[in-house]
């Protein structure tokens, strides 16, 4: 069930008991986790954080600690699916889930005793009605013992054979209306959970919390803004969403530092870093080493080489940190950083590592794992850039037919770059924009795009992604979570949907062929 009062059904809670965090890896999560530990810290309040990628580590960590524990916080996990039917808890156990996926599950919704969602409900939900989705055992018990009963026996007086044929037509007429009601369940349950797309970040949800408690501090509301900037870094969000949620924060970051608006609101313009006309001698340098008459006219520069390459909202309303006189950062910076710390292709280090190594990043204590994290991220964008550019100028962007088609190659340079999620996420989403930019075909620039990339050459796997068209008035919901299961159920593929965001799967390179025909056919 939706919980209405954070600070009473949630935090007063779990005040006096030790609980379990399930942090699933994403920015948002990483900074909706910052805030909650720093209540937690705060309050005195024990608890044990295990970071999770996919839904068999939740699983592995759930049989794990549930003994231990009658209370566990889910963050951006568990809210998509009927989460008792996984985990498949003892009765007392407690589940808070603080999730962006969307559709929010329908038995979550309604279960009021072991689900408790911590979700802002003025997001548009979109829940169907309990009527036209659960129907009452004792009422279908009674149509199945009317029904047992109705056997006729030849020899009975016509009086009583004509009560029990009139028995007979209303069970019937009761049966065809079942029937008529499953039927219009399955088209609302079709229609309810067919696209997946993102509500309101995480980190913005708990420091609502912190703020109604007053204890919202200057760090809260930074890693509330970072979480908001990697929901619009991954296009998870409307741009209208974006914008109104900027706006809310906005509000926070005047109360917190008592200044003008725009003192504190910075205009982002790092997706365009490399400037067509500047020296390359130049950029190479820190800003602050730069000749100033660069300096100066930086932003004009930049404008007017993005107005020649046809490139328009070269600006994104943003924020950016100081941290002492020397240390500035853009909240997008923090973003990609962190991304790169979590998805380090280094073999060697546990997954584990590269978490906690993400989550210390975000603190302004560990600013030493942050620049690395942002060198990090240089050599992904970069990677990103030449990649694109490679597909593009090789042709590899194909359409199937109802979507566009891309893959990496083994051997590619930097492929493994891109074979964790949200990098191979990122790098699909910049490759459909590219594309459309540059093709001339009228119907491709209105196709989605699947893209695939080699995850283990020794088990043959790649990952795959679904990426919704790019459009103006795309409402960033995606259909490809569903359409792969299907896909892979009528082939007997061999997938793995282990990832929380449904439109990224592990398939089995052998059975790529027969999958990618069976998403033609469904698509089509």
Known sequence: MFVSDFRKEFYELVQNQRVLLFVASDVDALCACKILQALFQCDHIQYTLVPVCGWQELETAFLEHKEQFRYFILINCGANVDLLDILQPDEDTVFFVCDTHRPVSVVNVYNDTQIRLLIKQDDDLEVPAYEDIFRDEEEDEEEDEDHSGNDIDGSEPSEKRTRLEEEIADQTMKRRQRREWEARRRDILFDYEQYEYHGTSSAMVMFDLAWMMSKDLNDMLWWAI??????????????????????ILQRHVSRHNHRNEDEENTLSVDCTRISFELPLKQVKQKFQSMDISLKENLREMIEESANKFGMNDMRIQTFGIHFGFKHKFLASDVVFATMSLMESPEKDSPGTDHFIQALDSLSRTNLDKLYLGLELAKKQLQATQQTIARCLCTNLVVSQGPFL????????????????????SLLSRHLLKSFVCSTKNRRCKLLPLVMAAPLSVEQGTVTMVGIPPEIDSSDRKNFFGRAFEKAAESTSSRTLHNHFDLSVIELKAEDRSKFLDALITLLS
């Open 226 to 247: 970072v979480g908001l900037t990697d929901q619009w870094v991954q296009d998870r969000i409307t741009q209208m969403k974006y914008v109104t949620d900027i706006g």
């Open 405 to 424: 088609y891309c893959s990496l190659m083994e051997g590619t340079p930097d492929v493994m770059l891109f074979s964790k999620p949200a990098s191979l």
